[in-house]
Nanobody
Framework: QVQLVESGGGLVQPGGSLRLSCAASGFSLDDYTVGWFRQAPGKEREGVSCMHFSDGATYYGDSVKGRFTISRDNAKNTVYLLMNSLKPEDTAVYYC???????????????????????WGKGTLVTVSS
């Protein structure tokens, strides 16, 4: 069964850190570009960070650049998102995604890339609040 399962969300104070994990099963991420998207209440889902799983190319949205880091563990077929210096505006449900589109910016930014995503996780809630 093809699955992406996110974990690691929770409640954190402003300025704190969280690490999200996304474990893939039923397929190999080696053939995909993987990404983290988020959706806050009343807002559209937006690309946060994307990575080409094989060559490691990355993309970060402007709002998270310098604070978030995407990484992968090829042996575990897992992608991570380390989130530092969290702000209340980072509060959202975070979704993991995998796409056959090779370009990381296309996957994260362009509508065509969004609609080309092959697999989605069910999401994990991140709440940044004091």
């Amino acid at each position: 069964q093809v699955q992406l399962v996110e974990s690691g969300g929770g409640l954190v104070q402003p300025g704190g850190s969280l690490r999200l994990s996304c474990a893939a099963s039923g397929f190999s991420l080696d053939d995909y570009t993987v990404g983290w998207f988020r959706q806050a209440p009343g807002k559209e889902r937006e690309g946060v960070s994307c990575m080409h799983f094989s060559d490691g190319a990355t993309y970060y949205g402007d709002s998270v650049k310098g604070r978030f880091t995407i990484s992968r563990d090829n042996a575990k077929n897992t992608v991570y998102l380390l989130m530092n210096s969290l702000k209340p505006e980072d509060t959202a449900v975070y979704y993991c995604a995998a796409s056959g589109v090779a370009n990381v910016r296309t996957m994260c930014v362009l509508r065509a890339g969004y609609y080309a995503i092959d697999h989605w996780g069910k999401g994990t809630l991140v709440t940044v609040s004091s």
